[in-house]
């Protein structure tokens, strides 16, 4: 019985959410940063930079040492940024501004109707101890005061538990400019690379403005290794970029 009415409220639930609209001009140039550890006693390692040229938000994400037999592992966008005392709790529920709910679980064929912050659930989850890949999401927002907005957010891995093993702020280090034009992305999100599902074109270098990152608002630059060893450069943005980051793991 009480599954059942579980079942029926979850329904009714998902019936009164409303699709998540395509946003498609985000500001050119804009750039969030999620940098882990947030707790030095994490062993987790690596960057979330979700950037826009004006059309879609692209998520290159970039994560080594996840716990053996804890997966595979779920991630998403939460609400709310890490407390100052680094509990993952204090993020708050998935990022989901039209009420969508976690139950059903996402469809990934139809991920409008997904809540906007389950990035796993529309892209598939990681299946191994790291994740080097970049994904492009049409319903989330780099425009500030958006309902879709991340930039105040947090990136949270979970386990297959459910537990929040690891959660990253985003912190700003470009907020762009208004652009009106349409990305030429792919209609969905891709999601390519080791340990994850999906299609696309796996680990690929992510854009930087050519200039310093801040040293007092945001983490330092770190690059997590992809399953193979390599490192992940991180090159200019814009025509007259020509700077590479780089970064050792911890």
Same mark, same amino acid.
């Given at each position: ?180 034009? $349409? #990305? &030429? *992305? @792919?209609?969905?999100? !891709?999601?390519?690379?080791?340990? %994850? /599902? ?16 801040? $040293? #007092? &608002? *945001? @983490?330092?630059?770190? !690059?997590?290794?992809?399953?193979? %060893? /390599? ?16 970064? $050792?793991?911890?």
């Amino acid at each position: 019985m009480k599954t059942f009415v579980a079942t029926v409220l979850a329904l009714a639930t998902l019936a009164s959410a409303q699709n998540a609209p395509v946003v498609t001009s985000n500001p050119s140039g804009a750039m969030y940063l999620a940098t882990f550890p947030n707790l030095l006693n994490n062993v987790i390692r690596g960057r979330v930079v979700a950037s826009s040229s004006g059309g879609y938000v692209n998520y290159a994400i970039n994560i080594a040492n996840l716990p053996q037999g804890a997966g595979p592992f779920e991630y998403h966008i939460h609400e709310f940024p890490v407390p100052s005392n680094g509990d993952c709790m204090g993020t708050g529920g998935h990022l989901d501004p039209f009420n969508r709910g976690e139950q059903p679980p996402c469809d990934a064929s139809q991920p409008q109707s997904c809540q906007i912050g389950d990035l796993s659930g529309k892209y598939g989850k990681i299946n191994g101890t790291a994740l080097a890949t970049n994904l492009v999401d049409r319903y989330t927002s780099l425009t500030i005061g958006s309902s879709q907005f991340v930039g105040n957010g947090s990136f949270v891995v979970h386990a297959n538990n459910g537990s929040r093993i690891a959660c990253a702020s985003f912190t700003t280090y470009l907020t762009g400019s208004t652009s009106n034009s $349409t #990305s &030429t *992305s @792919p209609s969905n999100g !891709t999601l390519g690379g080791s340990g %994850g /599902s999906g299609s696309g074109s796996g680990a690929s270098a992510t854009n930087i403005p050519p200039r310093p990152f801040p $040293t #007092s &608002t *945001s @983490p330092p630059v770190q !690059t997590a290794n992809a399953n193979d %060893g /390599s490192r992940m450069a991180v090159t200019g943005f814009g025509v007259f970029a020509v700077a590479v980051v780089m970064a $050792t793991m911890l």
